[in-house]
């Protein structure tokens, strides 16, 4: 061992190099206060094998980047926690610059000879910032893609050279497949390499007039080795076990797939820019530029300049100073833009939403089809559960409700003078279309059901008392509302079985025969039957019914078949004919936008096979579909 390492010395001279690197002098001894720049470094050190290891399984391009990502965080052996690691680490160095950049200015560490070193300092902490910047873009997730939008848009203000320098930051006019291979090439080329340089030069500085000690007189001299080293393991051995916590606890979040088509409102910069986004909100439109660029450029330019104003004790203490009220700054309009977006209702509904996304989209691609060629977005894209709220908000919650709100969860407001009001509907809340419970509403008590209508106009004219006092209102308030337990029950199965669709619990075979025959016929006391007003042909049977009239046909109520056409053309002889009051959607949506809707009205989407509860439980193993008709 001795003549090997002797061997190597000579070659190489390793022993002085060893011996100039761990027994460096601390005058004053060893010092909690000294740990951060250790901490940097071994941040970083993280970064980059965490950072090797996702490179081996990331894919830049828009097709691919979401996807592989997935594979890393969902598929990939402890791919999480890489991730997890890169992902927390990156933040926790924001904090260990902020920490070490104080102690640097509070113990005037940048006084001469020592000014280079801190302005190569301010220079790794520029490049960290930026590779921040480039990172939370890769994982092409909604989030990274929106939030990086607002950045290049902002280079896009740039006085004079503007449309040149976006350009040079998307990659081109547009903003793209080219602004991911960019931001690539500067995540995991070009950045890491200056850092690596400037980090070199700075620890060569920084050796080469050692350590500043505030008042060396204090405590004995000391060695980097092992007085320091200590100090600086147990806490580079904290921040790692905080990491942890983080990873295992929160885990790394991915968002869906970025979707250029979407106007995606829960975008917001990653905690540490929050200040300069709050910032950017006192300098709107053409004074943007002020907040994007001069005021971080005075900043900067003062903190460049610190080494010159420390000279004197005086401009020292003004320092100090500016960096408290700079941190104070930061940290004010970093709350007060956590605490917007907290109050604001519909932020939160749009991170709800997002999450909602996020969730399903790896539900999606765990699913027995799993992603297909044509990529993650498009299993969204194709999914009820996601589409079918946003068509519902979009088309019909103009007039209808879905539980009380716009389909996607949100109330719909209006604010007059300020005062922010609920709107309500002026048709039928459809939240439970097609349920039992729906059905028995529509017979016992129509008028309450379709009482939103009497507020709604058509052509110009209020609806009023159109379909509140119409014959089918007048017979469910005259018959309806009175009839006993068990013959409503049974009418409701009866109709319920129309739809051919699956119920919990499931549907009684005697009681639809009850129905029937109360459709058909009535009772002694009801004379006047469902027949008489409404036509249909029973699922299953050879014949339509006898009878039908001024009522719409009910052949196959509820069902997908008869919800897409009544949807399509309500206006249509066996719907509301003349009665009707509402659009048709035929030429306002597409077939599949149709059919999207549709099956979310029906809850007929993907479900996985291990959730708990009925969906799950009764369906085979390896059946991807539960069939709702
Ligand atoms: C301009 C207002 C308006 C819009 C928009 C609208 N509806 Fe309607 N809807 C009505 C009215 C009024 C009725 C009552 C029956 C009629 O007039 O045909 C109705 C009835 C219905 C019914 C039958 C159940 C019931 O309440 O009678 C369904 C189902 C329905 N609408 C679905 C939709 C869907 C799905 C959309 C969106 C694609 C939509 N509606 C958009 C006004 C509207
Ligand atoms: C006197 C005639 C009449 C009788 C009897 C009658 N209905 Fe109706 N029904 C109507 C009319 C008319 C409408 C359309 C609502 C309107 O125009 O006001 C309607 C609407 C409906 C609807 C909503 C259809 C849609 O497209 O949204 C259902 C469901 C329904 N009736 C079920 C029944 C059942 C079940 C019975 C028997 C228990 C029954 N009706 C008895 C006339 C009648």
Known sequence: MQTMLNWLDERTGIRDLMHEALYERIPGGARWRYVWGSTLVFTFSIQMITGMFLW??????????????YYIEHVMQYGWLVRGLHHFTAQAMIVLLALHLMQVIIDGAYRAPREVNFWLGLILMLIVLGLSLTGYLLPWDQKGYWATQV??????????????????AAGGPAYGHHTLTRFFALHAGLLPFLLIAFLALHIWCFRRHGITVPNPNRAPEA??????????????LA??????????????ELGAPADPSENFSAARPEWYFLFLFQMLKYFPGKYEMIGAMVVPGLVLGALFLMPFIGRSKFGHRANIGFVFLLLAACVGLTYIALDADWKNAGYNAAVAQAHR?????????????????TGALALLKADPFTQGPRLFAKNCATCHRHNGKDGMGKDIVQIVKGVETIVAGTASDLGKFGSREWIKSVITEFPKVFAPTETASFEGKPLGKHFTEGSMADWSTTHGAKLKVDEANAVVEFLADQSGREFTPPLDKALIKAGQEFFEVGTNEISESCSSCHAMHVRGAPQPLEGGGSGPDLTGYGSAKWLTSFVNNPGAKQHYGKRNRMPGFEKRMTTEEMRLLVDWMQENWYKPLDLPGPQGAEMPQGVALPAGH
Do not use: H
């Open 223 to 236: 060695y980097f080795w092992p007085d320091q080293v200590l100090k600086d393991a147990v806490v580079c």
């Open 239 to 252: 921040i790692l076990a905080t990491v942890l916590v983080l990873v295992f606890w929160r885990g790394a």
């Open 151 to 168: 950045a290049t848009n902002i280079a896009g203000g740039t006085p004079m050279v503007g449309a040149e320098v976006q350009k040079l």
């Open 357 to 373: 996304d996020a969730t399903r989209v790896v539900e999606l691609a765990k699913s027995p089809s799993g992603i297909g060629p």
């Open 56 to 69: 081996m399984a990331y894919s830049p391009s828009t097709q691919t980047a979401w996807e592989s990502v």
